[in-house]
């Protein structure tokens, strides 16, 4: 590996999707909290995009283009299914050779496994699988959580959220060690 291509302070970018204000903060918190974790000299950005703003057409393309450039996108939603404009977007980033390392789905936490919350999170399960993405779905992802749900390889476990997170954090640490390609390279 050439060390040249390894950048000083390597650039770490987490897209965020929301449904409500109340959604968007539970993200922010949890991109907070892999800041927090991860550490180390990596920049980090986000860019957070409410679903209403995502049926705007310009808007989606924009939002397209930063999870081109995503190494971990989240999904905070509260509804019982994922709006059809979100599906479009979540698809048209799939087919578009978007690489990131993870899925995150926080969700409602009252929602358990075979009730309407868990077509979207089966939904987004599939996207990551067929992304090649790590998949972790969170009824509630916040340190101290209970209920954290982790799919990887079609296996769902049962952990803790700080363990779940933690397991995130340094899977994307390692990962973050190699140079990320893109077509323009």
């Known amino acids: 590996m050439n060390p040249a291509l390894l950048d000083a302070n390597p650039s770490f970018n987490v897209l965020i999707a929301y449904e409500d204000f109340e959604t968007g903060k539970h993200a922010k918190r949890t991109y907070d909290f892999l800041v927090e974790n991860i550490g180390g000299d990596w920049n980090f950005s986000n860019q957070m995009w409410k679903f209403d703003v995502l049926l705007l ?7 397209l283009d930063d999870a081109a450039r995503a190494d971990i996108i989240i999904i905070s939603y509260r509804s019982s299914d994922l709006p059809d404009h979100i599906k479009a977007w979540v698809e048209s980033w799939l087919t578009t050779g978007t690489n990131p390392l993870a899925l995150v789905a926080l969700f409602d936490p009252s929602c ?26 969170q009824p509630d992802i916040s340190p101290g959580s209970k209920s954290v749900q982790s799919t990887r390889g079609g296996a769902e476990n049962p952990r803790s ?14 990962e973050a060690n190699l140079p990320r390609w893109t077509c323009n390279e």
């Open 112 to 137: 358990e496994p075979g009730c309407p919350g868990s077509a979207a999170r089966d939904y987004l399960a599939d996207v990551a699988r067929r992304g090649n993405m790590e998949f972790f779905a």
């Open 57 to 63: 057409p310009k808007l989606r393309e924009i939002a």
């Open 161 to 174: 959220a700080n363990r779940a997170l933690s397991t995130l954090a340094g899977a994307v640490q390692g």
